[in-house]
C-alpha cells in the first residue's frame, strides 16, 4: 500500500528537532518524498516537477511554529499547493445554464463514461436545480448508445429526443434545438459520439455540431483511472474543440487523484464533477479538497 506522506516527512525530519526556519537543505530532502509520492498518486512528471518548484519556493525559509514539526509544515505547504491548482475559478460543480434553452455538449472517447455522466448529470439537474432536462443522443455509428441513453432517461425520469433512423448528428443537433425550444425545456444535452482514439472523423463531427448548437457547456469526460492519457486527451480536445469543463469518472476505483492535478495543470480548465461508480446518483461536485487528501495518502 501506498505510505502516508505526512508519515514519510516525518521520518525525514525526525532528527530536526529545533525550530524555527525551513531550510533549503531541510526543504530539497522533504521535495524528494513530496515527488515520490505525486508520481504514486499519478500525476505526471512534468506536473509533479512544475508542482515540487512551488512548493520549494514557499518552503525554503518558511517558519516552523512550535505546534507543529517541520515534517508536519511542510505537508500544510503542499496541501494548500494542491488546493491551489485543483480549485478552478467559480462555484465547484456551477454550469452556465440560464438562458433556456441552454445546451450543453458532452464530448470523450468511447468507455469514458459519456453517455451515463450524461444521464447522471440531467438528474442531477432535473432533481437538485428543478431545471426541465432534455437529451439527445448524436452517437450515429452505434445504435446501442442511442438505445443506452433512452433506457436511461426512462430509468431517471428525463425526456430522449425520439431517435429518428438514418439522420446525421449536425441533423439531431438542430432537432434536438428546436425541440427544446418548442417544449420549454430550460437544457438540452448532446451526448456525442466516442471513438477508441482521438481521430480526425470524431473531431470534425464534434466541431460541426458546436458549431450548430453553441454549446454553454462543453463538458469533456475522461476516464480518471487512464491518468496521463486523460491529459493527453484533455489537451486535444481543448485544442480543437474548446472545452469549457471536465468530468473525471471512475473516481470510485483504485486511483489516487493525480490525473486530476495533472488535468488542472495542463489544461488549466476545471474539473466540475466526479463520477463515483456507475449508479445514477454517483456524480458529485468536484471537490478539491477530497482529492488533496487523496493524493497525500
Ligand atoms: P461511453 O462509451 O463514454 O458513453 O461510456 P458509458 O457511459 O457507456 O460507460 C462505460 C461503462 O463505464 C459503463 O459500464 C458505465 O456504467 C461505467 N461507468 C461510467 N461512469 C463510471 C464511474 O464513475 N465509475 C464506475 N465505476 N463506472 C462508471
Redesign the pocket.
Known sequence: MFENLSERLGGVFDRLTKQGALSADDVKTAMREVRVALLEADVSLPVARQFIKAVEKKATGASVTKSVTPGQQVVKIVHDELIAVLAGEGEPGSLKIDNAPAPILMV?????????????LAKRLTERDGKKVLMASL?VN?PA?ME?LEILGKQIGVTTLPIVKGEDPVAIAKRAKTQASLGGYDVYML?TA?RLSIDEELMAQVEAVRDVANPRETLL?V??LTGQDAVHTAENFDDRIGISGVV??????DGRGGAALSMRAVTGKPIKF?????KME??ETFEPERVAGRILG
Open positions: 470523450g472517447l468511447q468507455g469514458s463514461g459519456k453517455t451515463t455522466t450524461t444521464a447522471k452517437d452505434r448508445a443506452q451526448d466516442g469526460v476516464d480518471g473525471l469518472t471512475r473516481m470510485d476505483g466526479v463520477g463515483l461508480g456507475e454517483a456524480l
